[in-house]
């Protein structure tokens, strides 16, 4: 009976060993898919910020404000007029419409992909 248990705990013991191991292996190849999408967060998060300061006083930049100039389009609008990676380039050599109230902008290279990211994050 004593050596029974034993070996029954000994088993439990080795598949608790075994689930462990299990539970492990899958964490890691999870992992990196948390870590990127924990990327893809604060990339889009990093995007919001920098439209906030940047271009809020004109645009309206969630999926529910309104613009404050009226002849700005809300960023939420923007895949409507073009895919929303061809800002990209306009970001990156200085956005300028020739309209006189926006002004120049000139984002670096992970400013552009962290625009990009949050406006494609509103866009429908
Ligand atoms: C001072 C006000 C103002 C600010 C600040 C501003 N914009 Fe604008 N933006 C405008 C206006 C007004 C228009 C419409 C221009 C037009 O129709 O000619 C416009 C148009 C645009 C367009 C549409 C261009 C097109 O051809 O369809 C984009 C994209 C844009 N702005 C992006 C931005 C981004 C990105 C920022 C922040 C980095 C920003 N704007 C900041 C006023 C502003």
Request: aromatic share 8%; proline share 7%.
């Amino acid at each position: 009976m004593r050596t029974r248990l034993a070996a029954l705990k000994a088993s439990e013991g080795f598949i608790g060993f075994r689930t462990m191991l299990r539970f492990l292996l899958v964490a890691a190849a999870l992992l990196p898919g948390a870590m990127a999408r924990a990327d893809d967060f604060r990339q889009i998060d990093y995007g919001r910020k920098l439209v906030e300061e940047n271009c809020s006083r004109c645009h309206a930049v969630t999926s529910t404000d309104k613009s404050s100039h009226p002849d700005a389009p809300p960023f939420r609008t923007l895949s409507e007029r073009y895919p929303i990676e061809d800002l990209a380039e306009a970001l990156a050599e200085g956005i300028s419409t020739g309209h006189p109230d926006m002004p120049e902008f000139v984002a670096a290279p992970e400013q552009v992909d962290a625009i990009i990211a949050y406006i494609r994050s509103i866009n429908p």
